[in-house]
């Protein structure tokens, strides 16, 4: 009979346990994110349940938007200050506090990608047997150094490009996807490592190919690596199946003497690219079908208005045909619930601007400290890494 009693009593209190537990969940989720990370310092079983993977799944169950940009300056202008934060962070609404943000990348680090809310960075100060690598939330500041794979048979390789494959609406754990080539043939082969299994292994059989595997973006299951100057491949790589796939042809319609860096990102769910070629401030955005059955416009944008209100975007005034007639880059293309919510963010000179691809509105979004120097942009050649909040473990 005490024994019953003992069990029912304990059953009792695994049960209120649980209710408790519930509510405090319920309570949490509803909180900002901010406001969660410090609540895992109030007792053990509190950092314990924020901790847990399933609570950080239910705290983000979809896609979340970005919320601001990080540009960085390029390797090459650090100098001998390796401790030099060269990053500027631009938040898409600027009338809310960013202080939670600012500080949110470590010292003397190159970022390589962000992916759903995290972030893969190289260290800039290299040992003899290359850059260290690592996995950094922005968030909770919280990062994991990827251990080195081994080399096969001794044999010499070369990284040609690290990529980050994230999805926290279907998995807790992420992969890094590392193409390299073999210094003895022109081959190349994919090596990935998974922090579920804390390993190494490789995935592909050597292949040969005239890709550039540099600025690969993740987007539905694979690592697309992008021809953006119409003279080599572009393929995929789906981190599930194993599988390596070209990727349909870009649209690239417009031909010149001038070069400029196009744009290729993901947002939400949805792969862009955009064509930045030619001397023209009007754009069309391209979407890929989800069956790689090919690229369709998803958007026709104008930013003549744009222009007008910031002369130093023209090269040339006199000659707006000159070269490439104009000074801007995009940044990122940012999808919102309804199309009307999308925007482009343009790095123009002296500033950051968000342009309205639906209401064609446009606003400031940063103005960078210094003088502005006609047709000069502060981030030359550098993409924005969205900042996505969460709370995700690395």
């Given at each position: 009979m005490e024994t019953q009693l003992q069990s029912s009593q304990q059953t009792k209190s695994a049960?209120?346990?649980?209710?408790?537990?519930?509510?405090?969940?319920?309570?949490?989720?509803?909180?900002?994110?901010k406001s969660v990370i410090r609540f895992k310092l109030v007792s053990k079983h509190w950092f314990h349940l924020i901790s847990d993977p399933s609570f950080c799944q239910l705290l983000n169950p979809n896609r979340n938007p970005a919320v601001g940009l990080f540009l960085q300056l390029s390797t090459a202008n650090f100098g001998e200050d390796?401790?030099?934060?060269?990053?500027?962070?631009?938040?898409?609404?600027?009338?809310?506090?960013?202080?939670?943000?600012?500080?949110?990348?470590?010292?003397?680090?190159?970022?390589?990608?962000?992916?759903?809310?995290?972030?893969?960075?190289?260290?800039?100060?290299?040992a003899n047997n290359g850059p260290e690598y690592f996995v950094y939330n922005p968030t909770t500041k919280k990062l994991s150094i990827l251990p080195k794979p081994d080399q096969t048979?001794?044999?010499?390789?070369?990284?040609?490009?690290?990529?980050?494959a994230f999805e926290p609406v279907k998995a807790f754990h992420y992969k890094i996807v590392s193409v390299r080539s073999l210094e003895s043939d022109s081959s190349f082969k994919i090596i990935v490592y998974s922090s579920e299994t804390h390993s190494w292994q490789e995935?592909?059989?050597?292949?040969?190919?005239?890709?550039?595997?540099?600025?690969?973006?993740?987007?539905?299951?694979?690592?697309?690596?992008?021809?953006?100057?119409?003279?080599?491949?572009?393929?995929?790589?789906n981190v599930a199946t194993k599988a390596l796939r070209n990727t349909p042809s870009l649209p690239?319609?417009?031909?010149?003497?001038?070069?400029?860096?196009?744009?290729?990102?993901?947002?939400?769910?949805?792969l862009h690219f955009i064509d930045m070629r030619g001397p023209r401030v009007k754009l069309v955005v391209y979407e890929l079908e989800r069956d790689y059955s090919g690229w369709f416009m998803k958007y026709q944008v104008d930013l003549s208005a744009v222009v007008v209100a910031n002369p130093t975007m023209a090269l040339r005034r006199g000659n707006?045909?000159?070269?490439?007639?104009?000074?801007?880059?995009?940044?990122?293309?940012?999808?919102?619930?309804?199309?009307?919510?999308?925007?482009?963010?343009?790095?123009?000179?002296?500033?950051?601007?968000?342009f309205n691809i639906v209401h064609k509105t446009f606003e400031d979004l940063v103005d960078f400290d210094g003088r502005v120097v006609w047709s000069s942009l502060k981030f030359p050649n550098v993409g924005g890494f969205q900042y996505i909040q969460s709370i995700c473990c690395v």
């Open positions: 049960e209120i346990a649980a209710s408790i537990d519930y509510l405090l969940t319920e309570i949490l989720l509803r909180l900002p994110i390796h401790q030099y934060n060269g990053y500027e962070f631009v938040p898409f609404h600027p009338n809310k506090s960013t202080e939670f943000i600012k500080d949110h990348l470590p010292s003397g680090v190159r970022i390589l990608q962000s992916c759903n809310g995290l972030m893969l960075c190289c260290s800039l100060i290299t048979n001794g044999i010499s390789e070369t990284i040609r490009g690290i990529n980050l995935q592909s059989h050597p292949f040969t190919s005239a890709a550039s595997f540099d600025k690969g973006v993740y987007w539905n299951g694979a690592i697309h690596w992008m021809d953006t100057v119409g003279n080599a491949e572009s393929l995929y790589f690239l319609t417009y031909t010149t003497r001038c070069k400029r860096d196009n744009y290729f990102g993901e947002s939400c769910d949805h707006p045909m000159f070269w490439c007639g104009f000074v801007f880059e995009v940044s990122a293309v940012i999808r919102g619930e309804e199309d009307e919510d999308s925007f482009l963010v343009l790095q123009i000179p002296g500033k950051m601007v968000r």
